[in-house]
């Protein structure tokens, strides 16, 4: 799941002109993306009668994007993202063959900051920080390849804010003043995980078990001291969850860090939520679920090398009952240039269920990653 981080970025200063502009050139159109494939070998506990496979070739193509953008006269940029992914967010499509939309939206950006529009995270989803990447194309939170007891395991594994997803909504960024960037978003309805093509009528509202109008909040700073370099943020996030007379009030919160110097990049992050399941399901607030997040890193880069190591637990939780999920995930890359990247991917898994059991999982893997 990771992404490009809005926050780690200026935004491009530009005034505004009365009346109407022309881009003096067509937008330019660009295609870029990443491909990581894998092979690994996986000891993973049998969960009832259920068995894991001991070995795996898993491929992740999630970041194809083709990009327009262009500067209008009047200094204002313009332009349209989509991107396509190999399957979709929660491979839940009937054939994962597919290449979809997992993202497609429209933005403008100038002096006033930048506006969104259309399928794409959020503003607490693109100002977040969290631990470090090391192994090419993955990491521990939000990962793309996670070897685990899948049928145990139900937590999020992410501290991002997953509630809005990729639905369709308006986010605007201010500018970033002496380093703090504020970012607000607001989705109406989350009834696609992605970018729903709903030209056409007028959507229902109070649709049971959906949740519709999410506001996010978020804020961050980006800056440097002498040769530290630092990054922290902070959201709020909440909707109004559907379920008819029952109450219910889904919302998250976050915070994260990164700290880089000399090579090193340290960072962490916490998550929390309430009343959400399955990242965009409301519940019950007399169920009184929850779910925290946290998860710690360290990466060091020297030259075309990285290596880290990185940790998350994810604990889900109601009265008298939890499944508590935790990763530790080391290894590294090596580049070899143009984009291309090797790398080894160890991971450890244990699931706690409880009285359900207790599951552990090991995998070893060799990455390729191509940038394009």
Known sequence: MKKTLLGTTALVSAGLVAGPALASDPLTVTVGGTVTAGIYYIDADDVGAVQYNESAVKLVARNIDV?????????????????????????????????????????????????????????????????????????????????????????????????????????????????????LSYTPDVSYNGPNPNGLGALPGGTLGRI????????????SFGSVDLGVDGFYVTGEGNLGAVANDPEEMGAGLNLGFGGFTFGGA???????????????????????????????????????????????????????????????????????????????TNVDAGVAGDYDAQSAGLVLSVAF
Do not use: C
């Open 212 to 223: 519709d109008n999410v506001v996010e909040v978020a804020l961050n700073y980006a800056g």
């Open 270 to 348: 916490y998550y929390k939520s309430e009343d959400l399941a399955v990242t965009s399901v409301p519940l019950p607030s007399a169920a009184n679920f929850e779910e925290e997040v946290w998860t710690l890193g360290i990466s060091y880069a020297t030259g075309p090398w990285t290596v880290g190591v990185a940790y998350l637990d994810d604990e889900v939780s109601t009265p008298g009952a939890s499944v508590d999920t935790t990763t530790w995930q080391t290894g590294g890359g090596y580049n070899l240039g143009s984009g291309v990247d090797i790398g080894l991917d160890l991971q450890m």
């Open 67 to 183: 990009k327009a953008e262009g500067t209008l006269d009047n200094g204002m940029v313009a332009g349209v993202l989509a991107t396509l992914s190999l399957g979709d967010d929660w491979n839940t499509n009937a054939n994962n063959n597919d290449a979809t939309f997992r993202e497609l939206f429209a933005y403008l950006e100038g002096g006033f900051g930048r506006f969104e529009i259309g399928g794409t995270d959020g503003s607490a989803f693109k100002m977040h920080y969290t631990s470090p990447w090391f192994v090419p194309g993955n990491g521990v939170d939000s990962p793309n390849i996670l070897n685990l007891p899948s049928t145990a395991a139900i937590g999020r594994h992410s501290t991002f804010s997953l509630m809005a997803a990729d639905a369709n909504k308006v986010t605007y960024f201010t500018p970033r003043f002496a380093g703090f960037q504020l970012g």
